[in-house]
């Protein structure tokens, strides 16, 4: 299982050589290293990808994969970036960020912050955690 990750600024986002595994709740955006850019690249395996954010990957979001279930392609508004210089500070979403709240509705979020009403856990790597952004 590949859960709850924020992978930015790589060659590959995920890369899968076999298997089924379950890739849900990241955001994998702004992969575009060396000109090449994957989100997810499948080379064999049967992937199952549900609740993820894939955006700006340079050459494609899913390469021999796609989506079902509670997929965004957005910007995921992290806190502070700047993609052109390669520069990512604060990978926190920001409160108007598509990825508060729009993980799997079957995980747990207990450990978000109590203010949490919407009744979800966020994408990426803060998911589940006290760090969790709070929806405006």
């Avoid at 986002?13 to 595994?21: T, Y």
């Avoid at 079902?68 to 604060?90: K, T, V, Y």
């Avoid at 920001?94 to 994408?123: C, K, L, V, W």
Wanted: aromatic share 8%; proline share 4%; charged share 20%.
């Amino acid at each position: 299982e590949i859960s709850n990750n924020t992978i930015i600024n790589n060659h590959f986002g995920i890369r899968i050589a076999g298997g089924r595994p379950m890739i849900r709740n990241n955001i994998v955006a702004f992969n575009n290293r060396f000109a090449r850019g994957w989100g997810i690249t499948n080379y064999g395996g049967e992937p199952i990808i549900n609740f993820n954010n894939l955006y700006g990957n340079n050459r494609a979001d899913c390469q021999n994969c796609s989506q079902s279930g509670g997929a965004l392609s957005e910007d995921p508004q992290f806190i502070d970036i700047d993609q052109a210089r390669g520069i990512f500070d604060d990978l926190h979403l920001q409160s108007i960020s598509g990825s508060i709240d729009a993980g799997d509705p079957r995980d747990s979020f207990d450990h978000e912050p109590i203010a949490e009403t919407n009744g979800g856990i966020d994408m990426g790597a803060y998911g589940n955690t006290s760090e969790a952004t709070l929806r405006n």
